[in-house]
């Protein structure tokens, strides 16, 4: 059997594979600590950098640090650990938000693994136009195994229900823009110069669409001499929409962990993504978003697919920086 060691170069490789995960206004909100006596590595919130006016209730908190859980299982698996993932595992200690067990080596990994671990290094939000190019249908039904896999569903809308889904976006986009709590907080996530390495480098905000279809964050609103030129965006966006059945916390960490793997695996098919987020963040408009001809559930993610350039990568907290001493 292979032994293998948790020592200081294992936990950075699964540190640095989690902390590659998205999350809101590239927020970084997670804190890892080992527990050496149990080889488990803990994932915690860190509410220092929680986004409290367009996540009030913190559910976009624990999607972030779900997909940061998905990098670390995929990375674990990588090293040939076989990962005991617990989701909110201690009621007395709620910034607990997962805890992964690495005792015990796998037998043998499971199929796809080297795929994803690779494109955890090559998944970017990308906030600029795609092209026209369709995505193939084989495609498509990947994506939505792969999210069935974490417990989630993935549906495709149609074109009608698309509109829909964009206009309630544009909505809340709006409201987003009007709104001075929301448009301050969003604006203190800008980040130049020589700051610390999370939020979105002003160099990253991408162009708004020409159009008008397609309502992209605006994180320079209100000030237009910041904006950049607009552009065409692609002609029929492809959103796809992540759901959960019920709507706890539990289930807020299994959305970002099924919409992790959703991004990786489109990233292993040359997909790019960019997530709406916005109606999100207003409890009316994120109920306007379920179908009412499908079965209840919660939308947890708006996806927008599509095909287009890598994108340039956000920066990331050092390992080390995240990385708490022995409890």
């Not at 159009?211 to 992209?216: D, K, T």
């Not at 987020?277 to 697919?305: K, N, S």
């Amino acid at each position: 059997m292979t032994t293998l060691t948790l020592d200081a170069a294992a936990l950075e490789k699964l540190v640095s594979a989690a902390v590659a995960a998205p999350s809101i206004h590239n927020s970084q909100p997670w804190r890892f600590r080992l527990q050496p006596d149990t080889s488990t590595l803990e994932v915690r919130a860190a509410r220092e950098r929680a986004v409290p006016a367009a996540d009030p209730r913190g559910r976009a908190m624990h999607i972030s640090v779900g997909a940061a859980v998905l990098n670390l299982r995929i990375a674990a698996r990588h090293l040939g650990w076989a990962p005991d993932v617990r989701l909110l595992p201690d009621p007395a200690e709620p910034d607990l938000f997962a805890a992964v067990g690495l005792d015990t080596p796998a037998s043998a990994m499971p199929p796809g693994t080297e795929e994803l671990y690779e494109a955890i290094w090559h998944r970017h939000s990308v906030r600029t136009p795609f092209t026209d190019e369709p995505l193939a249908p084989a495609v498509l039904d990947h994506l939505v195994a792969v999210a069935r896999t974490e417990d989630t569903a993935l549906r495709l809308p149609d074109h009608d229900e698309t509109a829909r889904l964009l206009h309630l976006t544009a909505e809340a986009e709006r409201r987003n823009t009007t709104d001075e709590a929301q448009r301050t907080e969003s604006r203190t996530w800008i980040r130049s110069g020589n700051v610390p390495p999370y939020g979105v480098p002003a160099g990253a905000l991408g162009p708004q669409d020409r159009m008008g279809q397609l309502p992209m964050r605006d994180f320079a609103a209100i000030r237009p001499a910041e904006h950049r030129t607009p552009a065409t965006f692609e002609h029929e966006p492809r959103i796809a929409v992540l759901t959960t059945e019920r709507d706890t916390p539990t289930d807020w960490l299994r959305a970002g962990i099924g919409l992790e793997h959703v991004l990786l695996a489109a990233t292993v098919h040359g997909v790019r993504a960019s997530l709406l987020h916005q109606a999100m963040e207003w409890p009316h408009l994120r109920w306007e978003t379920r179908d009412p001809r499908r079965p209840p559930g919660y939308v947890q993610m708006l996806i927008r697919l599509g095909y287009g350039p890598e994108g340039a990568p956000t920066p990331r907290l050092p390992a080390g920086d995240v990385l708490e001493g022995e409890a």
